[in-house]
Each structure stands twice: as structure tokens, then as C-alpha cells.
């Protein structure tokens, strides 16, 4: 940031954002009384009042810091009682100090402070320099402000306090260090302006896993590098130079009084498991590891210390504290918390104990050993001795060579860095008919971009059966009505909509939409058309001592209605009464963009309802590897699947004006997100690019002969004998045109 010099008639523009102050400082704004000078030459210099208005800029200015949680916003104020330390120095004198006096406190708090201060009225120099910093007790004792020989650059020997006793609802003021930019006057002005620097940064330290009610005195955190202390502070570089510096940080809420056996002070308590410290630090790097203490209070009064070492290799590589800034950083005090990283730089390993041979089928469930390990550097991420996993699929298990599977666990595990997603169940995605291995990757990050409630995440991981080599695969979550993905609170009734099911849970609601006989429900005698849509009630379950039977007659007699009133207020052109329609319009248009035409099945087709409104929503959205991100393709593709009902005699959502108004309008505010895919293509074409060889070589994509029996599954899109990265572009061209095609259609509604 540049330094700002004002003059008067700039404070006066800045009359109006004053005016809450001039009252605040009419005592400071007094002519200070004359006094009878004797003409002494020892006598001291008069003095003169100066006003300075410290402005607040951004993040870059304020004593106090409030965050509010709904808007994610942080607020900052400079308080009550606040003042600062002015440096002036004459660079015509070889850069003498020519003073460095303190400011009046403030009186009241406010965004803009004008503080008011006394300065000796005596002859300067033309080229005067001013810095000033906060707190005023920042400055160490009997230390000033060091010129470099050139009297062009001020150092400032600071200190930010190792122990820091954190306010409530804050923290202390004193560790909050701010600095203006160096100021260059002509001469000593009566009034001018400073633009204050937070040179540190502030660590808001989220602690979770504590028992409810959790008693926390203080403790401490090292952070491995020097991040408090003395320290220099170049005002025109803004740089650090360190003199005497700790890299541990005390903080302190409260103390136990030994003698009177009381607690001194305002502990923190922990809500919901958790509570929230804030420090402040100077910029820097963590590497590899940080320690945190906490010191918790017993019911019988007992001050007890739990200590934990923080590999944050494991939980996001390296944290960089930028100057100026806020950064969360989260901790955990019971067991570690597995959090991969973010941003790996190579697909990591994972490593399953069974054999592939132990992995006959899709219910037995075989109980082993899974290890995460980093492909850099060997480093161990997450290992866990009492994983299970079995098979998993449709199609892609009986007749694809390469084996997509279910990994489950005792207790729910963070594996892709999701602290909020914590889930048991994990699916391990083959793509063996993928040449980019990317189109289930893809597809989820466009729904991401939408308005569905929740899309599952996912991470690629090369995948390791009992020491053996078993290809790429993409890790990612399961479709779950739970926390951290279809929110149990506000979801009663999770829907699937899939030709293939076999399950007894299912049940077919009368919608006349599918003329074709090729569109026939699964297993159906003679291939009879049918005019029904096949559902399965994915969720609830049935409840303890609750038989199949009684169940399937509950689920039922409870679910049939629900859709049957559904389809039938979208039949009457009432959609806009029992569903969400921007995510009906979002998965809609998600699948068009990918090509998806798995719905005129329907395969993979979910939908939810919504006990808080009463509505059905669309989505998960799910399975994208059979025919998508296909070049050529025209028109919608799915208009005439499930409810929708464009060209049918069926009135479906087409039918509806409301419905076609809302799909034009979130297509109008989708295109921008589904124009930048390219990059997220690139992005995650990259990050496989070194391992998707070994994967294809040992897994091609062929017929027969070790492929597979169905030679669609080959030809489905085209890309199977293409080099990876011409695949790569080829499914980049297919987005862009697909957008085209998309703006086409919606054109012609």
C-alpha cells in the first residue's frame, strides 16, 4: 500500500466521517493556554497540538476484531482508551529523531480515529518524516528509531508481546500491532493523516474435540519459527529483521489463585465441543509441525495440561501466515484428526490389505487394513486397521474388468479433507470406460456449481490391493442422507429412480412416459412397454424390530402418495407447489451440458424430499462414465425423460411456463460457471497426467479378450484408442460446444 499526505483541505472533505468524532474531541481541539516564556536557552521548546486521523482501510487498521459467523465477514474498530506513538525525524540532520511522543487516549471507539497530540514547536528541516505505531507501548524502553545512512529508510524496534492475555470477545489490544506507512512533509503541519499496517497477522485457532462445558484457562502454541518478540520494522520495505524473538505464544484468560483458591480472570468454555482463541503473530511460515497446549480446569479445581503435536503435512501441508491477514487454523485435542491435503501435488496412494481375489461379491463384506500414504515423499496421511470393503456397481461390476468398490468404516473418518463431511462409507469409482478418467470428476464439479444442496466430493487416489498394483480410481462419498452431506434434519425421503434396481424396496408410479420399448423396466417378461417409473426408497430405514415386510408396506403406503401428488400437481402445470425448480432446472441442465442421457432409462436418477417445505429436489447427481461429454450431440438430449415431458402427450415440467421461465433463468446465471470447466479440466488432467499411463496400460479400454463383454461399453464415447491428453481436449471441445447447443435450445422455448 502507498503512504497517503494530506493536507488540511483534505481533512476538511473529510468533514462529514469526522463529525461523530469533533464532539468526542472538542476538550483536545482547545487552544492550549499561553505561558510567559523566559528567554533561557535551556528553557524547553513550546509546544504545538497536532491532530492525526488515522484512517481504517480494509483489514489494515483496527484494535479489535469481531467476527460474524452468518456473513463471514470480519468488522474492525479502533476502541475506546487507544493511542498511539508518533516518530519524527529530520532526514536533513544525518536522520536525527528529531521527537517521538504519544497521543491523547481515544475517547470513544470508531472506524476513522483522530488523535491528538503535543509536539515541540521548533525549526525542522523541509523534508520531515513521520512514522507512527500501535500500541504505544510497542516501541521497546530507552530504544528509538535507527536511519540507515542514505536517511532514506526508518527502522522501528518493535515488540509483539510472547504472552498475551486475550480479551473477551477479542484479544489484547497490546498484541495487536499496527504501523502506518512513512510519511514524507514539506514541513510540520497542524493536521495530516497516517494510513495504519497491521505488520503481524491474527490466528483465530479453532480447538474442537473437547467434552462439552470444557473449562479452558490458556495455554500455548508453538509454531516453530520467530513469531513474536523484538524484532525490526523496515516502514518503507516492510520487511522484518528479527533481534530477539520466541516461537512460542502464551495466551492467558484466567488464573488460579493459590491462596484464596479461586479462579482470577474469564475462561474460556467450550460450546458444541469447541472453542475459538485468538493471537496474534508475526507473518511467517509453519513447517512441518506445531504444538498446542491447552490448560483445562477439573470439576475438583485442578489445572491440567493436554498437549498435541500437529502434523501439518497431514492435516494441509505447510500454513503461511500472511501479514495483514486472518487465518483459521483448526486443532483438535482428542485423537488426531485425519485431513489430507487440499492441494496434493501427485495423486496419493491408497493401500486396501485384501487381495482382489478376496473381493467376490457385492455383500460380503471383507474387514482389512487402509493406509493413505503421499506419493511424494512416503509420508504416512491416514491409517486405519479396521476398514471393510466389498464390491460394488451395476454393469460396472458383472461385465467390467476393473472392479469399482464400497470401503466402509467403524467410524466416521475425514479422508477428503472435509472437516464438516466426516463420513463411514466411501466409494471407490473404477472409470475403466473412461480414457480421461475425468467425466465423474467433471460432472460433480459442474453440479458443484450449481444450486444443488449437496454434490458428493472426491479425490483420485492410485489404488494398491494387498501390495499390488490396481490402478487410478476416484475416491469419493457416498450419496448419504446424513451430517455433512443430505441433511438429515431437513430430508425425510431419499429417492433413486434406476431401471436396473432389483431391490425389494422399490415401487412404480404410473407417468406414461416412456413410448419406446427400449426403455423397459428391468427383467420385465417379453420386454413389454412400460409407463412407469421404477422408485427405491434409499432412505429411511427400517426402524429396530421393524420386519422387510412391514417395512416395504410402511415405506409404501407413506412414499407412493408423495410422488403420485407430485407428478400430478406437475401435470396440472402446479410444479412450482412441490418442487425446488432451480434444482430440477440445475440437474437438468448438468446433465445436458455433460451429455448425460442416463435418465431416458432411468439410471442413477435421484431425488429428495424436503419435510421442512414439503418440496421434492433434485439430485445428488451420479454416474457419468456411459456416453457423456460426447461431441455433436444437439438439442437438450433428456427433455422427454422422467417428468419433464417436453414432446410428450404427458404434461410435464415443459408444459409449465413457470418451470421453462425459471430453466431460462438459470441457465442466463450457470453459463459464466460451465464456461470455466476448461480449467478445472486442465487442473485435474494435470494432476493424473503422470500415473494415467500405468492405469491404461493396465486396463485398457477394448472388447473381449480381458475387456469387456458388452463392445457399447467401448463405443459409447469415442475416445478409447485416443492419447490421453487428445481425450483430454476432446472432452474440453465437447463442453464448449455443448454450451452452444444448450443456448440453442433454450432460444427456441
Known sequence: MKTRTSIVGMLLALAGIWSCQQELFQEEMLEPEKETKEEKVDEPTPLKQVFVTALWKSDETRTSVYHDDEARQYSFLWEKGDFISLVEVDPSVTGDIVQSVQSKPLLESCETARFSMELSDREAGDDLHYVAYYPAEAMPAGKVAEWDETGSTVKLPLTLPLSQRPGAGSFDGAADLLVSLQETLDA?????????????????????????????????????????????????????????????????????????????????????????????????????????????????????????????????????????????????????????????????????????????????????????????????????????????????????????????????????????????????????????????????????????????????????????????????????????????????????MDMSDTSEWHFKVDYGYRPNSQYTYYNTPNYTPQTQIPFEVKYPEAEDGETAEAFKERITAEAKPMIEVFAQKIAAKESAAVADLDSFCDWFLVHSLCTNVEPNHPKSCYMYHRKSDGKMYAGPVWDFDWGTFVPGKTGFLIENCLFYGKNTTYQGFFKDPVFVAKLVERWVALKPEFETLGAYVDAQAAFIEPVESANHTKWPIKYGDGGTSISSAVTANGDQAMDFMDAVERMKNAITERIGEIDTAIGAL
Open 188 to 496: 510540520r503541519p497542524e493536521d495530516f493523516d497516517l494510513t495504519f499496517k497491521r505488520v503481524g497477522t491474527v490466528l483465530k485457532l479453532v480447538v474442537t474435540g473437547l467434552e462439552e462445558g470444557t473449562i479452558i484457562m490458556g495455554g500455548t502454541l508453538d509454531l516453530g519459527y520467530d513469531c513474536g518478540g523484538e524484532i525490526l520494522y523496515d516502514a518503507e520495505t516492510r520487511a522484518w529483521s528479527s533481534t530477539e524473538t520466541g516461537k512460542q505464544i502464551e495466551f492467558c484468560y484466567a488464573t488460579k489463585n493459590k491462596q484464596t483458591d479461586t479462579v482470577e480472570g474469564t475462561p474460556l468454555v467450550a460450546l458444541n465441543g469447541s472453542v475459538t482463541i485468538w493471537l496474534r503473530v508475526l507473518a511467517g511460515t509453519a513447517n512441518d509441525w506445531v504444538t498446542l497446549s491447552i490448560n483445562t480446569l477439573s470439576n475438583k479445581g485442578k489445572i491440567n495440561t493436554v498437549t498435541r503435536d500437529i502434523d501439518l503435512k497431514r492435516r494441509g501441508a505447510t500454513i503461511n501466515f500472511k501479514e495483514g491477514g486472518v487465518t483459521t487454523f483448526s486443532a483438535t485435542l482428542t485423537s488426531p484428526e485425519v485431513i489430507l491435503p487440499s492441494t496434493l501435488t501427485s495423486v496419493p496412494k491408497l493401500y486396501i490389505g485384501a487381495k482382489v481375489s478376496d473381493i467376490n461379491d457385492k455383500t460380503t463384506w471383507i474387514t482389512t487394513k487402509a493406509t493413505f500414504v503421499n506419493r511424494d515423499d512416503g509420508k504416512v496421511l491416514y491409517e486405519e486397521s479396521t476398514a471393510t470393503i466389498r464390491g460394488r456397481g451395476n454393469t460396472t461390476w458383472t461385465n467390467f474388468p476393473k472392479k469399482p468398490y464400497y470401503l466402509k468404516f467403524d467410524k466416521k473418518q475425514n479422508l477428503l479433507g472435509k472437516s464438516k463431511n466426516k463420513s463411514k462409507k466411501y466409494i471407490l469409482l473404477a472409470n475403466w470406460m473412461d480414457r480421461t478418467n475425468l467425466r465423474n470428476a467433471v460432472a460433480l464439479e459442474a453440479a458443484r456449481r450449481t444450486s444443488m444442496e449437496w454434490v458428493p466430493n472426491g479425490m483420485f487416489v492410485e489404488l494398491y490391493l494387498n501390495d499390488q498394483y490396481n490402478g487410478l480410481y476416484y475416491l469419493c462419498e457416498k450419496i448419504e442422507v446424513e451430517d455433512g452431506r443430505l441433511n438429515p434434519k431437513t430430508v425425510d425421503y431419499l429417492f433413486t
